[in-house]
Each structure stands twice: as structure tokens, then as C-alpha cells.
């Protein structure tokens, strides 16, 4: 289910396009921002049991992460404040790669038990477990016709 998942948007990119120019050209379109992509790199596994997100969030502190779970969507948010400027006295700068601002990503898990999702932040990766509900018992609604 969670490669299902994640292929979701790229199959609907493919269905769009036919020839490889096109459907490279509109992954670019399409796509997230550059700085969005790079900024949450995120594995996610399912289970019998529960889904497990590991989230690379490098140089951001747990006070900057913000965790939702809502109408069966995992939202993770963040936000980094502006890096010190490194230019020189012409403002020169070479090549500047970090990203500063605000940026999340959104995960549909369904059917999780919302009581029991807990998250570790150690060393700049979030680690999430999102344990499913226990399935009950669904026994036979029968009916009767009067």
C-alpha cells in the first residue's frame, strides 16, 4: 500500500504526457518546488500494524516542527529561519543551496489509531509510528424483512 501511495502523483504525471521529452518536462512543471523536495526526503513503511515515517529535517530545531493528524492526513510542517548572509562586500555568493521558510508535506494515512501516534525528533531526522486501529469484528448485519 505505502508504494501505492507514493507513486500515486507519478502515475497521474504519466497519464498526462506520452513521448519522454513531454513527461520530463511535466514532472519538472508539476512537481514540488526544488527546495520542498529536498527539504523532507521521507520513507515511509506500512505494516500490519502501523505505518512508519522516517523524515530527514537537517537543521531545524523540535520547536520548528509542527505534526497533524486530521480527517486521515498526516501533515508535517516546518519552518527555518534565514541562514546568515556568507557573500562577499559585492554580495558576491557562488552558489547558495539552503532554503529558508516554510514548507510541508502531507501523507493520506487512513484508519490510524490518533491516540497512540508518537513522533522522535533525534539529530535531524523525525521518526513517526502511526499505529493502525484495531480492526473490529465486523459480524453479519442481517436484516430481517418484516
Given amino acids: 500500500m505505502a508504494n501505492e501511495l507514493m507513486d500515486r502523483r507519478q502515475d497521474w504525471l504519466d497519464s498526462l504526457v506520452g513521448d519522454d521529452f513531454f513527461k520530463n518536462f511535466g514532472k519538472q512543471f508539476f512537481a514540488m518546488s526544488p527546495e ?6 521521507t520513507d515511509v513503511k506500512e505494516t500490519d500494524q502501523a505505518y512508519q ?11 520548528d ?21 556568507h557573500s562577499d562586500a559585492d554580495g558576491n555568493v557562488v552558489q547558495s543551496e539552503r532554503h529558508y521558510g516554510r514548507f510541508s508535506r502531507q501523507f493520506y494515512l487512513p484508519a490510524v489509531d490518533r491516540t497512540k501516534i508518537s513522533a522522535k525528533y533525534d539529530n535531524g531526522v523525525l521518526n513517526l509510528e502511526l499505529p493502525k486501529q484495531a480492526e473490529q469484528a465486523t459480524a453479519a448485519n442481517r436484516i430481517e424483512i418484516q
Avoid at 520542498?36 to 526526503?41: A, I, K, V
Avoid at 515515517?53 to 520547536?63: I, N
Fill in 36 to 41: 520542498t523536495d529536498n527539504m523532507m526526503q
Fill in 53 to 63: 515515517l522516517t523524515v530527514d529535517l537537517p537543521g531545524l530545531e523540535k520547536k
Fill in 65 to 85: 516542527i509542527h505534526i497533524d493528524y486530521q480527517n486521515e492526513t498526516l501533515k508535517i510542517s516546518a519552518k527555518r529561519d534565514s541562514f546568515d548572509d
